[in-house]
């Protein structure tokens, strides 16, 4: 069973940079996984961030940033803002219509 | 602007049926694919079904296989989830989602609605 891997948790603080990683269980994320962000503040329905790895959803500022760093998928939020203090989740594409999630990464903005 | 709203949650036993639905607005919705992603409470959201644009072909999460169906009716502008032999662990935010086919990511999500099986 595939599962992917996301840091529970993140401090960081305000105008500070964090770099939130997603990875799989076994093998490396690469673009043919087409990595997605989403944000989801409490009670409220997941926005996408980012898709295709590094490209921005409208309306989405440019102080987050999607990559591959190494063998993961990375999030990097640059000046972090005190609403950028929510939960993350990625996702990736496993082909066929089917997809996996990670158990998020809680970012905290103080 | 482009809209989902779900209803038909509810609180349902063990082993009992609860059928979602999903009304869209503001794209044509006959030329888009379609999911339904669940979230259980403190967890990640996971897929759990997936509908082509014209309703021929359907895929299901391993948890959800069948116990679970997926439709459409385009006319109608909705989406269905039938659920049956429900279980506990099923209970969660379910979802109506919609995806970019070639870019592999859901862009609009409804507001959710809530299941819960509980004895």
């Known amino acids: 069973q595939t599962v992917v891997t996301q840091e529970p948790s993140f401090s960081v603080s305000p105008g500070g940079t964090v770099t939130l990683t997603c990875g799989l269980s076994?093998?490396?994320?690469?673009?043919?996984?087409?990595p997605t962000w989403y944000q989801q503040p409490p009670g409220q329905a997941p926005r996408t961030l980012i898709f295709t790895t590094n490209t921005r959803s409208s309306g989405v500022p440019d102080r987050f940033s999607g990559s591959i760093l190494g063998n993961k998928a990375a999030l990097t939020i640059t000046g972090a803002q005190a609403d950028d203090d929510s939960d993350y989740y990625c996702?990736?594409?496993?082909?066929?219509?089917?997809?996996?999630f990670g158990n998020g990464t809680k970012v905290t903005v103080l | 602007q482009v809209q989902l709203v779900e209803s038909g949650g509810g609180v349902v036993q063990p082993g009992g049926s609860l059928r979602l639905s999903c009304a869209v607005s503001?794209?044509?919705?006959?030329?888009?694919?379609m999911y339904w992603v669940r979230q259980a409470p403190g967890k990640g959201p996971e897929w759990v079904a997936v509908i082509s644009f014209d309703g021929y072909s359907k895929h299901y999460g391993d948890s959800v296989k069948g116990r679970f169906t997926i439709s459409r009716d385009n006319s109608k502008k909705t989406l269905f989830l039938q659920m049956t032999s429900l279980r506990v662990e099923d209970t969660a935010v379910y979802y109506c989602?919609?995806?970019?086919?070639?870019?592999?990511?859901?862009?609009?999500w409804g507001q959710g609605t809530l299941v819960t099986v509980s004895s």
């Open positions: 076994s093998g490396s994320v690469s673009t043919g996984h087409y």
């Open positions: 503001g794209f044509t919705f006959s030329r888009y694919a």
């Open positions: 996702v990736l594409y496993m082909g066929s219509g089917a997809y996996v």
């Open positions: 989602t919609r995806v970019v086919s070639g870019y592999h990511y859901f862009d609009f």
